[in-house]
């Protein structure tokens, strides 16, 4: 990777970070922070042969607008959309879909490109998309698939020499437990408000 990739890699790594940082605060600012890292990153993981984290960025692109809206004027009254909590059942159909899709990606990528860890880049661009959604939605839960989307986040960037990214993703594992434990504490509160 020449300089000019990792000045971007760089200015990626700190728009991701704000993204996060405001999405654990529930600022609908963060949807801006993950357009324009996202942005950055199309390219960048084109450029290692992470063809599936490169388009999942082409998707972030997209959610980062959705998200916004979703933020801004969603829920049932316009309001914005308070956090809510999926049923077992929803996850169960949640990690059976992501697996099916990781591996039929995968089996296509290691036989038609020459994509680098093509199930592992396909897994945790699969579980990506929907945790994404699920980040939209304000489902808890997004916080415990990013724990381990993003573990194995690390291993994948280590792999390809995306060191920032990878240093940038452990502080997203870190994040993600904290943004739980913050997000878990509003939606007590919004669920006792509304009980009384």
């Not at 240093?167 to 994040?175: D, N, R």
């Not at 509160?189 to 009384?196: E, G, H, I, S």
């Amino acid at each position: 990777m020449n300089v000019d990739w990792i000045t971007l890699e760089t200015l990626a790594v700190v728009l991701g970070i704000a993204y996060l940082m405001l999405a654990m605060r529930e600022n609908s600012l963060c949807w801006y922070c993950a357009f324009f890292s996202t942005a950055l990153y199309v390219w960048i993981f084109r450029d290692v042969s992470l063809y599936m984290e490169s388009a999942l960025n082409l998707y972030y692109m997209g959610m980062a607008i959705y998200g916004w809206f979703q933020w801004q004027k969603g829920g049932v009254d316009s309001s914005g959309v308070k956090i809510v909590r999926w049923r077992i059942q929803d996850h169960g159909l949640a990690i059976v879909g992501i697996i099916f899709a990781s591996l039929i990606s995968g089996l296509l990528l290691s036989e038609n490109t020459d994509a680098q860890r093509p199930f592992l880049d396909s897994f945790t661009t699969w579980a990506s998309v929907l945790t994404t959604l699920m980040v939209a939605r304000k489902v808890l839960e997004n916080w415990l698939y990013w724990i381990v989307i993003n573990g194995l986040s690390i291993l994948l960037y280590i792999d390809r020499g995306l060191d920032q990214t990878a240093a940038m993703f452990s502080l997203y594992l870190v994040l993600a437990v904290v943004g739980y434990y913050q997000w878990k504490k509003v939606y007590v509160t919004q669920n006792t408000t509304f009980a009384t």
